[in-house]
């Protein structure tokens, strides 16, 4: 096994691992750690059955309901298919816009994910070569580090509300979440949050799904959050992962929002299928 950082905020790829065969404790401990290290893993040219994915996931811990269940695997409703590919009667197969906005997976619950597991089988590639549809993730302990002193004063002790595709509804992209939002109530977490592996402080707003700071006026809330929000996607905190098919990305769901480019669109093809295993509830910092 060996680790390559990516060489910016966060992100490294691990060689010398197959997941489709158990790991035996001291490699599956080195996993973890490289995990907390670095919060975006990536395996490459992993040839994964839907239980290997599973498999793995539920070693890290407990395989989360997602609320895309009508997006599940036919065979295995842990696994829930991200994809832009129609079935035969011109109905998606998956979720379209996933990672339209930048998010934390499932910050819309009282227990967001620990971790997701995302296993590339189809991505879009032009002629010439380019892949498309890559992910980024920002880094949110560094960009909660970088804040002033007097930004950090301000947010203490403060609350957010999270809501269940907050910003799909609110830019017109919400029909495909319809069903799974009128089961999801609003929730509220603190706007800064302590990691419960690692101890960092981490910036838990995000754009996609974070409607005010509770203890502020309307416009201040309004003015700090959209600061906070375009303050995490700056390049310094930022991974972009360029996918190839056969990854299986895992990243550590706290300390990280991430977002897809969405710069591709049939014929070419994206498949993917995910699995997120369940958090805690966040802990103020």
């Not at 059955?49 to 695997?73: K, M, P």
């Not at 609350?159 to 910003?167: F, S, V």
């Not at 101890?199 to 005010?212: D, P, R, S, Y």
């Not at 299986?248 to 997120?276: E, Y």
Request: proline share 5%; aromatic share 8%.
């Amino acid at each position: 096994m060996n680790i390559i950082p990516s060489g910016g905020a966060h992100g490294a790829e691990i060689t010398g691992v197959n997941l489709s065969k158990p790991l035996d404790e001291a490699t599956f401990e080195a996993v973890m750690n490289a995990f907390h290290d670095h919060a975006v893993i990536v395996f490459r040219d992993q040839t994964l059955s839907e239980q290997n994915h599973v498999d793995f996931s539920a070693r890290i811990g407990e395989i989360d309901n997602d609320v895309y269940g009508h997006f599940a695997h036919p065979d295995h409703n842990e696994i829930i298919i991200l994809s832009n590919i129609l079935d035969e009667d011109g109905n998606p197969i998956g979720v379209q816009e996933a990672g339209l906005f930048w998010h934390t997976d499932l910050a819309y619950t009282q227990t967001p994910s620990r971790a997701s597991l995302l296993h590339s089988l189809e991505i879009p590639v032009t002629e010439d070569g380019t892949v498309l549809g890559d992910t980024l993730f920002s880094n949110t302990a560094a960009a909660y580090d970088a804040l002033s002193d007097d930004i950090k004063a301000r947010i203490q002790g403060k609350t957010i509300t999270n809501r269940h595709a907050h910003a799909y509804f609110k830019s017109g992209h919400g029909e495909q979440f319809k069903k799974s939002a009128e089961a999801m109530h609003d929730v509220i977490h603190p706007l800064v949050v302590e990691h419960p592996f690692t101890g960092q402080k981490i910036l838990f707003c995000n754009e996609a799904m974070t409607v005010c700071i509770n203890e502020l006026p309307e416009a201040e809330s309004d003015e700090l959050l959209g600061f906070l929000v375009e303050h995490v996607k700056k390049p310094e905190f930022v991974y972009r992962h360029k996918w190839q098919v056969g990854d299986l990305l895992v990243w550590d769901n706290f300390p990280t929002q991430h977002s897809v480019d969405h710069n591709f669109k049939l014929p070419l093809r994206r498949r993917m299928q995910r699995i997120t295993v369940r958090g805690t509830v966040p802990k103020a910092a």
